[in-house]
């Protein structure tokens, strides 16, 4: 609508910013600055389970309220669109929309099993130096960089 | 209440950054993984060198927190499921190019396939929640024992 963030923000802001957010959530609620909990704990509000965190379902909504306010109001030109233009090039929307589904449920799995996702270990837990949440991050980090590179072998580097 | 207010503003502030950032387009993290592009590891390791110290210091201090009692950050040891978990998430992560914070935000900006990767993160996470419901495994991302619920 602005257009007043027209441009990626440089690591070296974004970062430090990011870190900024870490340390006040701690500061305030000791509480980590993860994502994949806060799925759990809508998934139990939607369903209306007991003992849900119902702060965490806030900041659920915040998330997405976040992205709308940089992509949609200070930003312009985000519209409707596929979001994985190096995957369909590559292959017909029937592989996509499979690939990107199954890839999704693997990652959520994951991430349950392990305690915590990119932003839960390897960020948060990493900052706390937990020897848990560095094994995780080394772990995922080697697993996805090696399945992108099998990815590119089997799509002959088209992908 | 309050702490619902805080929950919602650093969602908001978590999402913006990871929206300014581009982390929620597919080709920023595919870019990271193909090791084309080393501005998202920058942007992880200049989190990481902020926070760490600063929590470090504040907890050595004995911070307390207005909604979390003392500070006490996690320091769990690794685990079998922490490595299984981790390979999975590596996996789905550079198949899907997305991950639960930014998979959000990939649908607030426009991106239909984020309606795909949203509910596909919802499964997974739903699948081993019901398989470990008696055998919670908490670890020190945030599915932890001290969830403070208001």
């Not at chain 2, 006490?72 to 390979?87: D, F, I, N, T």
């Amino acid at each position: 609508m602005f257009d007043l963030l027209p441009d990626r923000l440089p690591w070296f802001v974004g970062g430090p910013i990011l870190g900024l957010l870490i340390v006040g959530l701690f500061v305030l609620a000791n509480q980590p600055l993860g994502a994949s909990g806060a799925y759990v704990q809508t998934t139990g509000f939607l369903r209306r389970r007991d003992g849900v965190v119902i702060w965490r379902v806030w900041y659920f909504v915040g998330m997405f309220l976040g992205g709308l306010l940089v992509t949609q109001v200070l930003r312009s030109g985000s519209e409707i669109r596929t979001g994985y233009d190096a995957l369909t090039n590559v292959f017909p929307l029937a592989v996509v929309v499979p690939m990107v589904f199954g890839g999704a449920t693997l990652l959520g799995y994951g991430a349950a099993l392990a305690g915590g996702c990119t932003s839960g270990h390897g960020m948060c837990g990493t900052a706390q130096r937990s020897p848990a949440s560095l094994a995780v991050t080394a772990t995922f980090m080697t697993t996805a960089i090696i399945t992108t590179f099998v990815l590119r072998i089997l799509t002959g580097g088209d992908l | 209440m309050k702490l619902n207010l805080i929950g919602l503003a650093f969602g908001v502030m978590f999402g913006g950054v990871l929206a300014a950032s581009n982390l929620h387009e597919y080709d920023t993290i595919h870019a990271m993984l193909r090791l084309d592009e080393i501005d998202v590891f920058l942007f992880m390791a200049s989190a990481i060198a902020v926070s760490a110290p600063l929590l470090w210091l504040l907890e050595r201090r004995g911070m307390n927190t207005p909604f979390g009692g003392q500070l006490k950050l996690s320091r769990s040891m690794p685990e079998a499921h922490h490595l299984k978990g981790g390979a999975l998430f590596g996996v789905g992560w550079a198949i899907a190019g997305t991950c639960p914070a930014p998979a959000l935000v990939m649908v607030s900006s426009g991106a239909v396939l984020g309606l795909v990767a949203l509910p596909g993160i919802f499964l997974g996470l739903h699948l081993r929640e019901r398989q470990a419901m008696h055998d919670l495994h908490v670890g020190d991302g945030e599915h932890r024992h001290n969830q403070i619920s208001v």
